[in-house]
C-alpha cells in the first residue's frame, strides 16, 4: 500500500541554522500538507499546498517557513533561522484529489530538535 | 476560537471490553470529522471519517456523529492491548482542508 515517506527521521541543528524536511507524497495525489506536534501539545497545522501555490498557511507559518515542490515527487519544508521553539515532530501529510471529503494520510514525521 | 475538546484520558479498559472515546466540537461549520490513532513517538494514523449524522461501522471500529450536538464518538470493540494508545479526533471546517485536532485521549487497555 502507497506510504507517504519523511526524511529524515531526525534532525538536531544549531539555533539559527537553515533545516529542510522532505517529504515523498502518495504518488498521483494532488494536496500536500505540513503539520507540526510539540511534544506533550496537540497536532497544528502548518501549511496546505496545491498546484505549485500555498492554498492556505496558519499564523504559525511565518516568514521563515517556506514550502516546496521542487520536482515532480518531494515535497520541502524550508525553515530559514530556526528557533529552540522549532523543536518538535513534523509531519507530512497528502490526499488525493479536491473532493469535498477527504481523507489525509501522514507521513512517519521528522523529529527535530534546535540547540 | 475553533476548537475540538476531548478528555485527556487516561481511559483505562479491560481486555474485551467496549471503549469509548468521545470528542466535542464548538464550530457549527465544521464539515468532515476523523478519528487517528498515534502511538507514542508515531505519527497519526487514520482510522475511521464520518461526515453525515449517524453511525459508521468498520470491524472493531464505530463512529457515531450527531451535528446537533456537536458530538462525535468512537467505540472500539473487543479492546486488545494493542489498542492502547491516544486517539486524536479531528474536524474540517467548511471550504477548508485543514484538520483541526484535539488533544487526544489516552487509552490503556490492560489483560
Known amino acids: 500500500e502507497p506510504e507517504v515517506t519523511q526524511t529524515p527521521s531526525h534532525q538536531v541543528t544549531q539555533m539559527g541554522q537553515e533545516v529542510i524536511l522532505r517529504c515523498v507524497p502518495i504518488s498521483n495525489h494532488l494536496y500536500f500538507y505540513w503539520y507540526r506536534q510539540i511534544l506533550g501539545q496537540k497536532v497544528e497545522f502548518l501549511v496546505s499546498f496545491y498546484n505549485n501555490e500555498i492554498s492556505e498557511k496558519s499564523e504559525i507559518f511565518d516568514d521563515q517557513f517556506s514550502v516546496e515542490r521542487p520536482d515532480g515527487s518531494n515535497f520541502t519544508l524550508k525553515i530559514r533561522s530556526t528557533k529552540l521553539e522549532d523543536s518538535a515532530m513534523y509531519f507530512c501529510?497528502?490526499?488525493?484529489?479536491?473532493?469535498?471529503?477527504?481523507?489525509?494520510?501522514f507521513g512517519p514525521g521528522t523529529r527535530l530538535t534546535v540547540l | 476560537q475553533k476548537e475540538v475538546e476531548q478528555n485527556s484520558g487516561p481511559l483505562s479498559v479491560p481486555e474485551g471490553a467496549i471503549a469509548s472515546l468521545n470528542c466535542t466540537y464548538s464550530d457549527r461549520g465544521s464539515q468532515s470529522f476523523f478519528w487517528y490513532r498515534q502511538y507514542s513517538g508515531k505519527s497519526p494514523e487514520l482510522i475511521m471519517s464520518?461526515?453525515?449524522?449517524g453511525d459508521k461501522e468498520d470491524g472493531r471500529f464505530t463512529a457515531q456523529l450527531n451535528k446537533a450536538s456537536q458530538y462525535v464518538s468512537l467505540l472500539i470493540r473487543d479492546s486488545q492491548p494493542s489498542d492502547s494508545a491516544t486517539y486524536l479526533c479531528a474536524v474540517t471546517l467548511h471550504n477548508t482542508d485543514k484538520l483541526i485536532f484535539g488533544t487526544g485521549t489516552r487509552l490503556q487497555v490492560f489483560p
Open positions: 464520518i461526515y453525515s449524522n
Open positions: 501529510a497528502s490526499i488525493g484529489g479536491r473532493l469535498y471529503y477527504n481523507e489525509q494520510f
